[in-house]
């Protein structure tokens, strides 16, 4: 970190050796489709804001805007209405007392508030503290490419109320993202078969930034390895990338211990699966450095040969720990056990 290989996420820098100790970037936290729940999600938003992180949140569980409330014969409001309030809430909350909230908001593709959704952001100012993401599944991005229909299902009973033609609606979303940057779009079904403790439940969104897909009250701690920093003597150096990788994950699971966590369920959940977050920055500046144009055949090469050699080393890494600390507890329920890792 002195020499500037490698830093770990703001919330760590901001907060380590201070009372507040919360040094994770990233939280997710379900949402029912209840009153209670949805107000208790946002409590515990405000107390991760408040201590530094950011919130995905799936809104994708919510009933649709004029669907029946039976508790008091009213009509629901719709989850777009419910994302206004966590927004307005995070624009008085800054993170760790420095800046402001951050959140992801994620909708499935066969919610009937879809449209409301991928418009949401249409005006300048609204849901500013808010980045959204479509979740798509492979059958919407099937039945876009054969110009099919597909059918809107209200989450309250599963049965389906309306059918759009996934390819208007996948332009919509091309235009609404060119015209202002918002939605974007997750790949859900992919990131389920990804999924390393699917026992555990299925992903339904990501952090603010989309770097980590996370199961309810999962959260992450970040860091990032300088790559210009590799760059030693004209030449890319992978003997010293490996030395930092390794120490990277060793701190980062680190992290995991010494953080102070915002409300049970999240220590409970974090520390039963120990997930880190190792990414890299720098990247353009390497290239520069190398000679290597941005938008190559050369560039595509070496971004793959540089992120399988991370991802090899990290496992390693990583396998190590487990040697070293045992594996995380809730390893009998992820894909490693059956694949005898």
């Known amino acids: 970190m002195a020499d500037l290989d490698f830093m770990p996420n703001s919330p760590t820098l901001m907060n380590a050796g201070t009372e507040l100790g919360q040094l994770a970037a990233c939280f997710v936290l379900p949402l029912e489709d209840s009153l ?20 995905g949140f799936s809104f994708s569980r919510i009933r649709p805007k004029g669907d029946l409330v039976r508790s008091t014969m009213g009509v629901a409001s719709g989850p777009v209405s419910f994302m206004k309030i966590f927004d307005r809430a995070t624009e008085v909350i800054k993170q760790g007392g420095k800046r402001r909230g ?3 908001g994620v909708l499935r593709i066969d919610h009937p508030d879809i449209i409301e959704f991928i418009r949401a952001k249409e005006r300048e ?15 919407f991005m099937n ?11 209200n989450p ?6 309306k059918s759009l033609k996934a390819r208007e609606v996948f332009d919509m979303i091309v235009l609404s993202a060119w015209q202002g940057g918002d939605p974007g779009m997750i790949f859900i079904d992919e990131i389920n078969w990804r999924n390393p403790t699917p026992d555990l439940g299925k992903i339904e969104t990501t952090n603010p930034c989309g770097e980590v897909p996370l199961l309810p009250y999962e959260s992450c701690n970040l860091g990032s390895i300088n790559l210009v920093r590799m ?20 701190f980062l699971d680190n992290v995991i211990d010494a953080n102070h966590y ?6 409970k959940m974090t520390k039963g699966n120990r997930k880190i977050g190792l990414g890299v920055m720098g990247f353009a500046d390497c290239l520069i450095r190398m000679g290597i144009p941005y938008d190559s055949e050369a560039t595509l090469e070496f ?9 090899q080393e990290a496992r390693q890494a990583s396998a190590k720990l487990g040697e070293e600390r045992g594996s995380f507890p809730n390893h009998a329920a992820s894909v490693f056990r059956s694949q005898g890792l």
């Not at 309250?156 to 109320?161: A, D």
């Open 36 to 55: 209670p729940g949805i107000f208790d999600t946002l409590k515990h938003a405000a107390l991760i804001h408040q201590s530094g992180g950011g919130t």
């Open 102 to 104: 951050a959140n992801m």
């Open 125 to 139: 100012g609204d849901l500013e503290n808010f980045n959204i993401s479509v979740a798509v599944t492979d059958d």
């Open 143 to 153: 039945r876009v490419v054969n110009n099919q229909g597909y059918d809107l299902v």
């Open 156 to 161: 309250r009973n599963g049965k389906p109320v």
């Open 231 to 250: 760059f030693v003597d004209g030449r890319f150096d992978y003997e010293k990338l490996g030395k930092t990788v390794r120490r990277a994950v060793h």
């Open 262 to 267: 915002p409300i049970p369920e999240i220590e």
């Open 303 to 311: 971004a793959e040969e540089l992120m399988s050699f991370i991802q």
